[in-house]
Nanobody, 123 residues
Framework: QVQLVESGGGLVQPGGSLRLSCAAS????????IGWFRQAPGKEREGVSC????????YYADSVKGRFTISRDNAKNTVYLQMNSLKPEDTAVYYC????????????????WGQGTQVTVSS
């Protein structure tokens, strides 16, 4: 069964950090570009970051650039999103998605999606 499972969300104070994980089962992530997306209540889904399968190149939305870092560990079949200097506006459900492509682009149609993990930034 093909599955992506996100974990690592939670409640954190402004300025804090969280590391999200996206673990794949039923397929190998080696040939997939992975994207992280988020959706806040009442807002449209937003692309946050992605990482290619070919050379590990990365992309970040302007809203998270310099604060978030995406990485992948193909041996563990897992992709991570390190989130630092969190702000209340980062509060959202975060989803990871996989696209069978050597390159990453947050505008692509992704093949598989996880169920999401809640991130809440509040004092």
């Amino acid at each position: 069964q093909v599955q992506l499972v996100e974990s690592g969300g939670g409640l954190v104070q402004p300025g804090g950090s969280l590391r999200l994980s996206c673990a794949a089962s039923g397929f190998t992530l080696d040939y997939y570009a992975i994207g992280w997306f988020r959706q806040a209540p009442g807002k449209e889904r937003e692309g946050v970051s992605c990482i290619s399968s070919s050379d590990g190149s990365t992309y970040y939305a302007d809203s998270v650039k310099g604060r978030f870092t995406i990485s992948r560990d193909n041996a563990k079949n897992t992709v991570y999103l390190q989130m630092n200097s969190l702000k209340p506006e980062d509060t959202a459900v975060y989803y990871c998605a996989a696209d069978l492509s050597p390159w990453c682009d947050l505008e692509y149609e992704y093949d598989y999606w996880g169920q999401g993990t809640q991130v809440t930034v509040s004092s």
